[in-house]
């Protein structure tokens, strides 16, 4: 009766793979200073949200200090976000995760907030480590489903996540 199971991590999976795809070049658009559409905003709110779960799942598991409602869901999403992080790892130095997550998650919602301003050099720097992350997510995304058994029906294997993003 695992296959229930097997339907809701690949759907999951995939949900992570388009919110990917979309935040990414949403956020190409947002550091070009470019005219974001509802969808593409609509994109970079949920992926600031996912870094902000992601960032208090890592300060939960480096101090213990529990503030956030959803903890399960932030040490989901940190544990789908190790892989692209130990891949971006040398961007990162000696800062916390917590803290750099948290930080890009802030730059990105500031820029939502209606007047376009143009991104300072540091802005522009987080807006790249959100870009880097979520193309290195989509990249994991991406080969997991391609090594799982096609549940979602055929033509889903060997294609991978690239033939819904078209």
């Given at each position: 009766m695992s296959a229930p199971r097997a339907d809701l991590h690949q759907a999951s999976l995939l949900s992570y793979g388009f919110l990917a795809t979309r935040a990414e070049k949403a956020a190409k658009l947002l550091e070009e200073n470019e005219t974001l559409s509802g969808s593409?905003?609509?994109?970079?709110?949920e992926a600031a949200q996912f870094l902000k779960k992601i960032s208090t799942g890592a300060e939960y598991l480096t101090t213990k200090n529990f503030q956030a409602q959803d903890l399960l869901g932030a040490l989901d999403a940190l544990s789908l976000a190790m892989d692209p992080i130990k891949t971006l790892a040398t961007l990162f130095g000696d800062r916390e995760i917590s803290q750099i997550?948290?930080?890009?998650?802030?730059?990105?919602?500031?820029?939502?907030?209606?007047?376009?301003?143009p991104l300072t050099e540091n802005e522009r720097r987080q807006i790249q480590?959100?870009?880097?992350?979520?193309?290195?997510?989509?990249?994991?995304?991406?080969s997991m489903l391609e090594q799982e058994a096609p549940v979602l029906g055929p033509g889903v294997r060997g294609e991978g996540i690239e033939a819904f993003s078209r």
């Open positions: 593409d905003i609509e994109a970079l709110n997550f948290s930080e890009t998650a802030e730059t990105v919602s500031k820029h939502l907030q209606g007047r376009k301003v480590i959100f870009r880097q992350f979520f193309d290195a997510l989509y990249a994991y995304v991406s």
